[in-house]
T-cell receptor, first 114, second 113 residues
């Protein structure tokens, strides 16, 4: 089955700098890759997603890139701000054979230093 | 307000005492799912439901049951809880399949003694 690995597990960056979180997946049939942000005491919330027919997607300071050949995708946050501090999860949908399942990575705790 | 609600938010129980965690959504979503979150393991899917009376196992279904008798509700049942089920549980819902945005509830923190 699908396996999603996420790195790093913790990340600390200076406010204003960029942060990058990387994920790899194992099932080449996976076709949907969302990223969720979880703030303290809350449930995860979708911040951006990308489908397998697209290589990059941007939304203001957040961007996601997908390399299907290498089976990895990354989250890029530019000009980081204190409110970006949270746990971030990547995920992959295993494709047509299990379209209703979604596999999450283990999470990255991002801390923004003032 | 569109939302997913879970009850209770916090629960302490003892081994073997049956419990139910309720989940309800007001967005008319077909898809609902339960996850557990453990340190270093991320979110792991327990069960999901594509629609009323349609449920299927996720990656860690052992020790759990679910039912989907109404579209809005998807309760998680622990018939005989054990300490290894101590965890943070999230319910989520979305339109259609798992390829859509999932909306998560606030979580239920369960401690089994």
């Amino acid at each position: 089955g699908e396996n999603v690995e996420q790195h790093p597990s913790t990340l600390s960056v200076q406010e204003g700098d960029s942060a990058v979180i990387k994920c790899t997946y194992s099932d080449s049939a996976s076709n949907y890759f969302p990223w969720y942000k979880q703030e303290l005491g809350k449930g995860p919330q979708l911040i951006i997603d990308i489908r397998s027919n697209v290589g990059e997607k941007k939304d203001q300071r957040i961007a996601v890139t997908l390399n299907k050949t290498a089976k990895h995708f990354s989250l890029h946050i530019t000009e980081t701000q204190p409110e970006d501090s949270a746990v971030y999860f990547c995920a992959a949908n295993p494709g047509y054979s299990s379209a209703s399942k979604i596999i999450f990575g283990s999470g990255t705790r991002l801390s923004i230093r003032p | 307000e569109a939302q997913v609600t879970q009850n209770p938010r916090y629960l302490i129980t003892v081994t073997g005492k049956k419990l139910t965690v309720t989940c309800s959504q007001n967005m008319n979503h077909e898809y609902m799912s339960w996850y557990r979150q453990d340190p270093g393991l991320g979110l792991r899917q327990i069960y999901y439901s594509m629609n009323v009376e349609v449920t299927d196992k996720g990656d860690v279904p052992e020790g759990y049951k679910v039912s989907r008798k109404e579209k809005r509700n998807f309760p998680l049942i622990l018939e005989s809880p054990s300490p290894n089920q101590t965890s943070l549980y999230f319910c989520a819902s979305s339109h259609g399949t798992g390829e859509e945005t999932q909306y998560f509830g606030p979580g239920t923190r369960l401690l089994v003694l």
